[in-house]
């Protein structure tokens, strides 16, 4: 997080406050990826991902691989 204003999150541009560096846990601590998305996340973007990116992200990595949402991700 920079002094100057709030991140901007590299996936949708949307502005947030990372809290990696805060007093409290930042509340990405509570979503849950597997290996396969956390490497992808790292080949893809540089820096953190909001919350709401993230939650998105663990709903998608939830689905079965037999889902339709999968499916299409993975083409």
Do not use: K, W
Not at 10 to 17: D, I, K, N, S, V
Not at 23 to 44: E, K, W
Not at 56 to 67: I, V
């Amino acid at each position: 997080m920079s002094e100057a204003g709030p991140d901007r999150c590299p996936r949708c541009g949307g502005a947030f406050r990372c809290g990696v560096n805060g007093a409290a846990p930042c509340p990405c601590t509570t979503i849950t990826l597997s290996a396969a998305q956390r490497a992808d996340l790292r080949q893809r973007y540089s820096g953190c991902l909001c919350l709401r990116c993230l939650a998105e992200l663990e709903r998608e990595g939830s689905q079965p691989a037999d889902h339709p949402v999968m499916r299409a991700a993975s083409r």
